[in-house]
């Protein structure tokens, strides 16, 4: 198992940049896809960011693209989301999610673990 995670979330100006980090148990985690999705108020969850276990392959929500960028950190266990530019439609709780082997997914029913979320709020 691969359990994640979340932290970093906050209040911030539109504009403004933050760094989200989930860090995962197991010994196991560099054989994992690492996702990261958010729901906003009154809103479904929908996909953000996706990084293969090796790190060679990414995908981006087209909301995101540009402005946020995913990586990882096999030797620490963690997987990390820049969030450059943010805008008041951001707002949202962010979760990171492990799905074992496989490709990577922007599907969230791929996605075996999920954190208990970080709070992102973006003002105007």
């Known amino acids: 198992q691969v359990l994640p995670v979340e932290s970093g979330g906050g209040l911030v100006q539109a504009g403004d940049s933050l760094r989200l980090s989930c860090a995962a148990s197991g010994r196991t985690f560099s054989t994992y896809v690492m996702g990261w999705f958010r729901r906003a108020p009154g809103k479904e969850r929908e996909f953000v960011a996706v990084i293969s276990w090796t790190g060679s392959n990414t995908a981006y929500a087209d909301s995101v693209r540009g402005r946020f960028t995913i990586s990882r950190d096999n030797a620490k266990n963690t997987v990390y989301l820049q969030m450059n530019s943010l805008k008041p439609e951001d707002t949202a709780v962010y979760y990171c999610?492990?799905?074992?082997?496989?490709?990577?997914?922007?599907?969230?029913?791929?996605?075996?673990?999920w954190g208990p979320g970080t709070q992102v709020t973006v003002s105007s």
């Open positions: 999610a492990s799905k074992r082997y496989g490709t990577i997914s922007s599907k969230s029913n791929d996605y075996d673990y």
